[in-house]
């Protein structure tokens, strides 16, 4: 299967809710989405949003321009029925990131649980490449991960553990480590699962 139907069916095999990600509330990237004091007509990327959550929050702040990407588009569609009428509010994006052609320039890159998918230093070159083109001067960038005490696999797939100081190094020059946080993410099943959040600014 291609990377697009086998997450299009982790989405529909475990349901709205039912994935091991999922968040009633993202409060660890809203915090440091509040930490970057963005205006409201500031562009907004969540990269791999998935059915996410965290689009329903940036709406309700008030932030006007929102894109959503994922390469599933069983995952965007579950995010917009939920999102009803306001689904028409976001822009929705389905693409594989390492491929992304940026639309516009964003001030802002969140990504909780997508870039530690990219086990190929080459995926992973062609990832920042986009994020480097994408993002505007003085953009913020905040990547969550897998801690290094985390899980090995995530979605039964291998994944990248990093903490703050492999992060800054993987990333390489024009990024400025602002902030870290660490989360005890507790799966829909009661297991926990360790997270580290980063907060850069491109210089
Ligand atoms: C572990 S989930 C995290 C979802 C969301 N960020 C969250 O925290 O709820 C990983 C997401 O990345 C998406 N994804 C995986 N590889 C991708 C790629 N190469 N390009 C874009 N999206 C991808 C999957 O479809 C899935 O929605």
Redesign the pocket.
Known sequence: VD?GSY?DN??IKKGVGG?????DS?DYSLRLIKACRLKSDAALI???????R?VDHLLAMGFTNLSV????SE?LSQARSRLEADAERVAWLE????T?DPPQSYALWH????FH?LTDAEDRRRYLSVVKAALQPEANLII?TFAPDGPDR??DLPIEKYDAEKMVATLGNGFDLQETLSEQHVRPDGRLQHFNYCRFKRV
């Open positions: 990377k997450w982790a989405y994935v091991s990600w999922y968040q993202p969540d990269v791999g949003g998935g059915a996410s965290l990407l994922d390469i599933s995952a693409a594989d990131i390492t992304f990504d909780r649980a997508v998918f969550a995530c979605s």
